[in-house]
């Protein structure tokens, strides 16, 4: 595959005409279908991206199971990621000015982030979550948070903010240009857009390439960056990159090497058993966060992405300049 002819399918982010057959994954996490999906990589921008974009298939391929629908998850995992999550909201929400803080969390779901921020930061003041899930939204709105159902790109607020969550969010858009130009309107003089997201350009994106790489998230991650492209866009979109640090992706390993151990035919994955309820998803996760986390710390480019971005002040350029 990697030596495969360029066609004529064009990048979506630098519009250049000619792209690379990169890797052809299937849904190994939620079985939403039997298809295999196929991504392409550009050569000049070094985005990753699904082609064609499943834009049609948005019921089937987020199915009601879907992680972020369900209840809150309670492993030690995840309460270790609450805790590194309520250490980074602190040192972010500190460099934002102001006596109160206005936050938006765009594909903030049931406003979990967003509860946290408040029993943090005491200058909080309009929390509003921006998400397409109905259920959702009434969570949301119980735990006292502002909902709007549908896109940002549609979102019309009547406040700015001085933080913006966009939390492994980028990559499920088909046009990541859009969604930083909304957020650029929607930031508050002085406000930070804390952006998580897949890094293209990790170790396991390398190794698992081929094998249903976790990062993928087969078929919901449509667009993948590296720190160079995503960058760009920013800077496209009028924004500047403040602070930038890689981070763990421990799910993307412990779900690329269940695929590949499922390959082998020594574990069994299906609709039944699905990668995310695999008996080693919880015990490998947290084995592969701290690996990841030794990697940063020896300037590896570990699985994920933070960047903090603040307005540069002017009207930025065409995407098609990246």
Not at 32 to 60: H, K, M, N
Not at 88 to 94: E, S
Not at 188 to 200: E, W, Y
Not at 244 to 261: C, E, H, I, K, M
């Amino acid at each position: 595959m990697a030596g495969a002819e360029p066609r004529m399918t064009g990048c979506p982010l630098c519009r250049a005409p000619r792209t690379l057959p990169w890797a052809r994954a299937r849904d190994l996490e939620y079985f939403t279908s039997g298809d295999e999906f196929a991504y392409r990589r550009c050569p000049d921008c070094r985005l990753v991206f699904i082609d064609p974009v499943p834009a049609d298939r948005l019921a089937e391929i987020y199915p009601p199971s879907y992680y972020s629908y369900g209840p809150p998850d309670r492993s030690f995992a995840a309460r270790v990621k609450l805790r590194l999550d309520a250490a980074l909201f602190r040192r972010v929400l500190a460099g934002v000015p102001g006596e109160a803080v206005n936050v938006l969390d765009v594909g903030g779901g049931d406003g979990a982030h967003l509860s946290l921020i408040r029993e943090l930061e005491p200058r909080t003041a309009l929390t509003q979550v921006v998400d397409l899930d109905e259920r959702a939204g009434r969570l949301a709105r119980a735990r006292g948070h502002r909902y709007h159902q549908g896109r940002i790109e549609d979102f019309e607020p009547g406040e700015r903010f001085g933080l913006i969550l966009l939390l492994n969010l980028i990559e499920h858009v088909a046009d990541p240009a859009a969604v930083l130009a909304a957020l650029r309107r929607c930031l508050a003089p002085g406000g930070v857009i804390l952006v998580k997201t897949p890094n293209a350009d990790s170790l396991d994106a390398r190794l698992f390439r081929h094998r249903n790489w976790g990062g993928l998230h087969c078929p919901r991650h449509w667009r993948l960056f590296d720190r160079g492209n995503l960058t760009r866009l920013a800077g496209a979109a009028g924004l500047r990159v403040r602070r930038f640090r890689y981070t763990q992706g421990a799910p993307f390993w412990t779900a690329s090497v269940l695929a590949w151990l499922a390959g082998r035919g020594l574990v069994r994955l299906s609709a039944g058993r699905p990668v995310v309820r695999h008996p080693l998803y919880p015990v490998l996760t947290p084995l592969f966060a701290g690996f990841d986390f030794v990697r940063a710390r020896f300037r590896g480019r570990p699985s994920q992405m933070f960047l903090e971005l603040e307005s540069d002040g002017w009207t930025g350029n065409s995407p098609g300049n990246l």
